[in-house]
């Protein structure tokens, strides 16, 4: 799809779209969700306190999102595959900043060292580099410093799904905020097309990030898979925040 098609189809957004010209194109692919219920109190040690948690009929809720990365470019450049592609994984949580909806991320992970230098660089996120092997239908990770390790072995369901409201609550986010320890935070907008969500069954299932406590420590609660959707990235804005 063309980047100006992509921009066209947007009546499913909960924000408006972003003002100026995108300046990033990405593909994300083979998107695996896992998502666990969580108690506010115990996410908010991992979540700055300008930020407001979102819960979902009283609960908050922490999502791993693992996927391939690809054709990433900037506006008027080919991508670089080298390092264009590569498995990403983050650990989010659902927030709001000044009343606007988004994604705070408690881990960022490239399977790529190279990949991984250029985008921490670039974006300023917390992004660190992990050892990484993937297929159509399993990912595995695993990080020498912090000692966590990913697993995941799965089964895709062949219909799509018809989504709730709490699906589309889970996956419909365009905004994230991430502070970058200068009494500020980043935001970052993007667009991409609606979600198309399939069910999926774990085959295996293996999830250690013994840093996050008991936020994850038992089988997800919920679960999607979607083969993908194509994004444009707005440029990088800093609010300055008063400590």
Do not use: C
């Not at 989010?92 to 992970?109: A, C, D, H, N, W």
């Amino acid at each position: 799809m063309k980047p100006q098609e992509i921009y066209s189809k947007n009546s499913h957004r909960q924000l408006p779209m972003p003002k100026g010209n995108w300046i990033i194109y990405q593909e994300w692919h083979e998107v695996v969700f896992v998502h666990w219920a969580v108690k506010e109190k115990e996410l908010r040690q991992f979540v700055p306190k300008e930020l407001k948690i979102e819960t979902y009929k009283g609960s908050a809720w922490v999502s791993l999102v693992v996927f391939r990365l690809s054709n990433v470019r900037p506006r008027y450049l080919p991508p670089i595959p080298p390092i264009s592609n590569a498995d990403e994984i983050n650990i989010r949580t659902y927030v709001q900043f000044k009343g606007k909806p988004g994604i705070y991320f408690l881990s960022m992970e490239l399977g790529k060292a190279i990949s991984n230098l250029f985008a921490k660089y670039l974006t300023d996120l917390p992004y660190r580099y992990s050892e990484t092997e993937s297929s159509a239908t399993r990912y595995r990770s695993g990080n020498k410093q912090f000692r966590d390790e990913l697993d995941i072995e799965y089964e895709i369901k062949s219909k799509i799904l018809k989504k709730t409201e709490f699906d589309n609550w889970l996956t419909e986010r365009y905004a994230l905020f991430q502070d970058n320890g200068n009494n500020a935070f980043i935001e970052y907008e993007i667009h991409h097309d609606e979600w198309p969500l399939h069910g999926l069954n774990l085959k295996k299932y293996h999830v250690k990030y013994n840093r996050f406590g008991s936020l994850i420590h038992k089988e997800p609660e919920h679960m999607h898979y979607s083969p993908g959707v194509e994004v444009l990235t707005w440029g990088r804005h800093t609010h300055t925040v008063r400590k």
